[in-house]
């Protein structure tokens, strides 16, 4: 029972939400990602790839040119570039899209350990400084809000961005032409194709923005909360990103409220030394949530209908 | 002829093309008068729609060229296809089913405010517009999943309208329509023409060809065999035409002498992949010796109700007895052992196993049967030769060998395997569904030929079919169908119009 009420006394503290927003943050973005690419037609489960990419070119480029924002976005060219990857295999060659998605993952796990022995040699890649890093910005004013202050505006200058980019995401996809099109092309690509629209141009344009929102949740791992590289530092994060994706039904705010739930448990396990539920057992929360919506448990949740299907042109 | 002066909309001349393995369009020549409904006409696989995806700019043609309204014209995509204002409404449609009419309409051409949002009030006026100019009734709002398979239709037509076409390529498009709904589309065709537009009308149904369209061009095997001046032909004449051969359009049968009830379906229900009923009560009686027509729109139960019968598909009420003994539980294999042979609808995903070979294919089911295996172990490969042998020739199955893979096989010849292994199985009941689909006429005759013939032999047979004119001319009796209830059954002479208004819903008072 203690660890019950620990969990509830946890629970009102306004620093357990301000991680817990931070590690949403690092899920959402590559979700906002797969998002974006899925509603294309194209799975993407390579966000962890992507981000790994781009947790280690932000390093690089923060440790040769001390500039945390220019390693930002580099890390963000990174991901993109691993993206395109993905996209010319999937797209242009029509292979199918979760072994290349696979392929990307681990070809970014050998690449960036490979890169890390021929630059940094065995030993550690080396601490960036504080004042390289991406900061924490306060909001002038509301960060002295009590409890909502120190929850959303004492937070990385990439949290504000994210939260930014998921309205924006939003806005775009259901509220303009481009999303239409999007959405157009994901769920019926021949249709769209004979309304004269450009579904591969729309599909690598996707993919390839997915890449660019994973890397630059790399680099607010790598830059912005842990200031070096370690080998496989995602740790699943674009793993989790892709189950929010699914929890949240293909949706931004959907895949936000599941980042935050995700987030929340990786708080508290990151509190672990205060309560005494297994931390292993907590990690395991975002996968089981995730079995749970598969088994459409939490209402059914569908993906675009062309999803993962390659388009031939002039094909039924 | 020389362009400019000759009054024609679309001119293609010498187009070829060629598929791996298949010379899709050889030196077709292809021309439509404006103003006119021209019919394409010509069995599946003829090239009748390369031809109209090559004016589509969906498929690039090797050599020919296009002339629109007398203008040399290059189609490399959709978008110069809409440019010269010629507009496709393809067979299978072309429409999002989760959008609304109002954004399938746009798409591609959407009204926009501000840096790039969709503007649904625009939207809302042009197919007002639309819907004043031509009298094409549409909800904006409406989800097109929610739509009848007719309004969708027209969706589709609104569609190419709003991008300004002014020459219209209908690809089948009354295939998926009730009678009704044909009748209803003839007349916006006609008011369409009327209005100056000139129309493709792509079909394999020599009746509305000839109802509909002022000149005909028949293809047979990629290449144009015949154009035709609809007044002065007849449906025998473009058959002919269309297969290179006499072909018998009606089936030629005896009237059926049925014997005893053998096969007694008692108020079955059953729902549908969704969850949601599909069959909600469903009584009829089937005797030796005949065959009895189910009728009705694709999606009224039909299919649920062939799948339950054959043991696919768990029924949630209601009994089926086969000569007094209850099967309702029964799974496929009881069901085939019990005397039910059944040709699924879904041809290269039920019938068959595509990679398998026609040999093995004509034995799927009965693999187990002592004539087949040793012990229910060891297959008897020189037995299942032999007797692949004798089906092959006995139903005319046309492949290079009984070792070729079905997915080598055309259509027809797929779908003759599934007949052959069905009444080769000597069944007391036959279930088949939409047994002709997609088939070539040839083909279609020959089933039909086999199904009358399973008859007078004395099988009792069930027959599901999409297509009116099928149902019509082999059916003893006709049950229609309509929301998984068996709304009447009519006598096989019943006329098309009442029919027609059965399988959507009218022409009952009532009866409960």
Redesign the interface.
Known sequence: MTGINEILHLLVTANLWQAALAAAVLLLLPALGGVISERSGVVNIAMEGMMLTGAFFAVVADLAWHNPWLATLVAMVAGGLMALIHAVVAIRFRADQIVSGIAINIFAAGLTLFLVNRIYGIQDVGHISPAEALPIFDVPGLDQIPFIGQVFFKQNVIVYVALALLVLVHIVLFRTRLGLRIRAVGEHPQAADTAGINVYAIRYGAVVTSGVLSGLAGAMLAIGVSNTFVPNMTDGRGYIALAAMIFGKWTPAGAFVACLIFGLGEAIYANNSIIHISAYLLSMLPYILTLIVLAGIVGRSSPPAADGIPYVPGSE | MTAATTGYAVEMKGITKQFPGVLANDHVDFTVRAGEIHALVGENGAGKTTLM?VL?G??HADSGEILIDGKPAHIG???DA?THGIG?V??????????TVG??VM????P?TG????NHARARDEIAKLTREYGLALDPDARMADLPVGLQQRAEIV?VLYRGANILILDEPTGVLTPQESKELFGVLRGLVKTGKTIIFISHKLREVLEISDRITVMRRGKVVGHLVTKDTSEQEIATMMVGREVLLRVDKKPARPGPVTFKVENLTASSDRGVPALKGVSFELRQGEILGIAGVEGNGQSELVEVLAGTRRATGGRVLLADKDVTSFDARTERDAGIAFIPEDRRGTGLVLNYSVADNLILGRQRTPKFAWRELVLRLLAIREWARRLVKEFDIRTPSIETAARNLSGGNQQKIIVAREMASRPKVLLAAQPTRGVDIGAIEFIHRRLVAERDEGTAVLLVSAELDEIRSLSDRIAVIYEGKIVSIEPGDAPEERLGLLMTGGGVARAS
Not at chain 2, 90 to 99: D, E, G, N, T, W
Not at chain 2, 107 to 110: K, P, S
Not at chain 2, 115 to 118: A, E, G, I, T, V
């Open positions: 995806n589509y969906l498929v995509g959709a978008r809409i496709m393809h067979q299978h449609f072309m429409l999002i089913p989760v959008f954004e399938n798409l591609g051409r959407e926009v840096p790039d949002f969709y569609k």
